[in-house]
Nanobody, 115 residues
């Protein structure tokens, strides 16, 4: 069973930074398409960023220029570096893997941006 475990969330002031990590197990990590999504209270889950075909990245317009998605295949881990955080970035962030036709989700990590 594929497992995804997120970490790195927390409370940060506006303008601050956080780095989220997602460690994946029980899959051939190098061929998985990986992504980050988020869900704010009372809202639907939304796309944040993805890496496909090993290295091609895509970002939601709301995070372009502020967030950077990277992966370390040797560690089976992806990262989301989040800079210049805004209160509207507050949400539970979920790691996603699409692997051999199936989608998998982590349990989520809370990010709160507040002064």
């Amino acid at each position: 069973q594929v497992q995804l475990v997120e970490s790195g969330g927390g409370l940060v002031q506006p303008g601050g930074s956080l780095r989220l990590s997602c460690a994946a197990t029980n899959l051939l990590f190098s061929i998985a398409n990986m992504g980050w999504y988020r869900q704010a209270p009372g809202k639907e889950r939304e796309f944040v960023a993805r890496i496909i075909s090993g290295s091609i990245t895509g970002y939601a317009d709301s995070v372009k220029g502020r967030f950077t998605f990277s992966r370390d295949n040797a560690k089976n881990t992806v990262y989301l570096q989040m800079n210049s955080l805004k209160p509207e970035d507050t949400a539970v962030y979920y790691c996603n893997a699409v692997y051999r036709g199936s989608a998998y989700w982590g349990q989520g990590t809370q990010v709160t941006v507040s002064s």
